[in-house]
């Protein structure tokens, strides 16, 4: 198949296009040229906010599948639907279980795609969307307005949006998350986390690239949510860190306040039952939990020791 992916330069994008192109599709990559693409990838340089340079650059070109990895805004969602609408049959969007932020239910009850009524969630479109502060601010409002938008009546492609839940692995995270936890239990600073600290559904970095990888030749359409059957605390990943760093978890409860990442207040864990039923087989977490962590905090002590510095 042709396949274009907007964004996937990096983290479980890039392992993404691997997968893609070992099992034999033609892919192109299309993003704003700031970074490049793996060799023998097709690269198409265009702003996706810019509308007529978008346009400009597609003109004549038509593919299978569309993997959206960036989309942050409603707007985003409207240009791609306009650009993309005779161009593509498929439309795979990378979302997020920040979707779920406001959703609140029991650990026994995971959160269903069909918690969140795309059909009831307003969108707007004002200039806001274009302050990379605001967006950042506002990331799951942001996904959950560009679903809404793919999913209105009259959708030109067949469509999807993957949920994804949070992303452990990789010596390549970016995120610094992993490396927060790591430095406080090195040297025994406390981790802020809520009074009441609630668990939350994961995935390691190779299964959600191989799930999106899956999700392009699939057929289903809707929201999908995507993670590893089973929970992680925030205990449990501290745990393996411990294993690997030999210090000490010293968790400090704060009732307000910015707490650590890996921490929730409130229980959105996903349900994975749909995507089981349509096929797929996700792993435990269990099983590849130390393997994630590893991985990571692998990759900080290589930094610190190239760096000549001592973490």
């Known amino acids: 198949m042709d396949i274009l992916v907007i964004g996937g330069n990096r983290y479980f994008g890039k392992r993404l296009i691997a997968l893609l192109q070992e099992s034999g599709h033609r892919v192109a990559v299309?993003?704003?040229?700031?970074?490049?693409?793996?060799?023998?990838?097709?690269?198409?340089v265009a702003d996706r906010d810019d509308e007529a340079a978008l346009e400009s650059v597609l003109a004549g070109r038509s593919f299978d599948v569309v993997v959206d990895q960036v989309c942050y805004t409603p707007r985003q969602a409207e240009i791609a639907r306009r650009a993309f609408g005779t161009r593509t049959r498929r439309y795979v969007m990378t979302s997020t279980v920040e979707v779920y932020e406001y959703e609140h239910s029991a650990a026994a009850e995971r959160v269903a795609e069909t918690a969140l009524d795309l059909d009831s969630v307003t969108v707007d479109t004002g200039p806001a969307w274009e302050d990379p502060e605001f967006r950042e601010e506002h990331y799951g409002e942001g996904k959950r307005q560009a679903e809404a938008v793919f999913a209105a009546p009259g959708a030109p492609f067949a469509w999807t949006s993957v949920r994804v839940a949070h992303v452990l692995g990789g010596e390549d995270d970016f995120t610094g998350r992993i490396d927060h936890y790591a430095r406080?239990?090195?040297?025994?600073?406390?981790?802020?986390?809520?009074?009441?600290?609630?668990?939350?559904?994961?995935?390691?970095?190779?299964?959600?690239?191989?799930?999106?990888?899956?999700?392009?030749?699939?057929?289903?359409?809707?929201?999908?949510?995507?993670?590893?059957h089973g929970l992680l605390s925030t205990a449990d990943i501290c745990a393996e860190i411990?294993?690997?760093?030999?210090?000490?978890?010293?968790?400090?409860?704060?009732?307000?306040?910015?707490v650590s990442p890996f921490s929730f207040t409130r229980f959105y864990g996903m349900d994975n039952s749909r995507a089981t039923e349509l096929g797929y087989s996700f792993r435990h977490c269990a099983e590849w939990l130390p393997r994630a962590v590893a991985e990571t905090v692998g990759a900080m002590r290589f930094e610190a020791t190239d760096a000549g510095a001592v973490r």
Request: glycine share 12%; no cysteine; hydrophobic share 40%.
């Open 242 to 258: 411990e294993k690997l760093t030999g210090g000490r978890t010293v968790f400090r409860e704060v009732e307000v306040g910015e």
């Open 30 to 44: 299309l993003n704003r040229g700031s970074s490049g693409t793996p060799g023998g990838i097709e690269h198409l």
């Open 184 to 228: 406080r239990i090195r040297s025994g600073e406390p981790i802020a986390v809520p009074a009441v600290n609630h668990p939350a559904t994961y995935v390691y970095v190779e299964e959600i690239a191989a799930f999106l990888a899956w999700a392009v030749e699939a057929e289903f359409t809707g929201p999908v949510n995507a993670h590893s």
